[in-house]
């Protein structure tokens, strides 16, 4: 489990999933700018890992290629929010200082930040050594995990404070994630995985105690998400809060199940 490949998986699974649900709900720069600024400090994080450990060229090139787009992206959003503004201000029925302002450029450079994050992944996949078709299905699938807990969890938090974002993109993420968190389970349970670890053929170091966290920690997950959709299908406005709540959890449990599985397995 290199770091760098931790954190540019965490990086890129944020963005792939901001890319994702926005293309189906408009997401915009009230949403946006706090994903974008996670993904940035992950990116520097991977890039600096990489340094002072083990540097894989691929890998950690397209961290960096990553990093600077991320930059671009981010100072490109601040502008177009900027340029909103100014077009909006005083304009009867528009509140100009709002978090409103479509981003269409950022959002082009996340796509390509994602696909460029997604290339790092598959090189610290190949890099990681055992099966590479188990490897690459762990770390992809463990992208898309990091990234489904995180955007669940920093879109709530959003929505909580800025109620006019609406409910629909959380609603989106949450019936993702669904979908995604199973495929995180089985590729871990596969051979030699967490199965394993459990039935205590692989050695956790610990009396089996770090796989049986690790069955609490994804049972819970998932039990998390769907009392969280639940009671996301409640119109009532006030719903978001409690389901939010539902994921903060979801996501502590979410990034244990993901790390120690992987901790695990890499020792």
């Given amino acids: 489990m290199d ?6 998986a965490w990086a890129a699974g944020c963005l792939l999933w901001q890319v994702g649900i926005g293309r189906r709900r408009r997401l915009v720069f009230g949403a946006t700018w706090v994903i974008r600024a996670f993904a940035l400090v992950l990116a520097l994080l991977a890039v600096g890992s990489a340094v002072v450990g083990t540097w894989v060229t691929a890998r950690d090139v397209a961290a960096a290629m990553f990093l600077g787009i991320s930059v671009v992206a981010m100072a490109w959003s601040l502008v177009e929010h900027r340029a909103f503004r100014l077009q909006t201000a005083g304009r009867p029925g528009v509140a100009g200082g709002r978090e409103d302002a479509p981003t269409p450029v950022a959002d082009r450079l996340d796509l390509v930040s994602a696909v460029v994050g997604v290339f790092a992944v598959v090189a610290g996949a190949l890099d990681a050594g055992g099966p590479t078709g188990l490897a690459l299905a762990r770390w992809l699938v463990g992208t898309a995990a990091f990234g489904g807990v995180t955007f669940t969890m920093v879109f709530g938090h959003r929505l909580l404070a800025k109620p006019y974002l609406g409910r629909e993109p959380l609603e989106s993420a949450t019936t993702a994630l ?18 394993s670890v459990l039935t205590g053929v692989v050695d956790d170091g610990y009396a089996g105690i770090l796989g049986w966290m690790w069955a609490m920690c994804a ?11 639940v009671i996301l299908a409640d119109r009532d406005h006030s719903k978001p809060a409690s389901a939010t709540g539902m994921l903060y959890l979801a996501g ?10 992987r901790a695990v397995l890499s020792g």
Avoid: D, H, N, Q
């Avoid at 669904?178 to 199965?195: D, K, Q, R, S």
């Avoid at 049972?219 to 959709?229: C, D, H």
């Fill in 3 to 8: 770091a760098a490949t931790v954190f540019i």
């Fill in 178 to 195: 669904l979908v995604t968190w199973p495929f995180e389970i089985v590729v871990m349970l596969l051979p030699t995985g967490m199965a």
């Fill in 219 to 229: 049972v819970s997950t998932g039990a998390l998400v769907v009392v969280a959709r």
């Fill in 252 to 261: 502590l449990t979410g990034f244990g199940a993901i790390l120690i599985s």
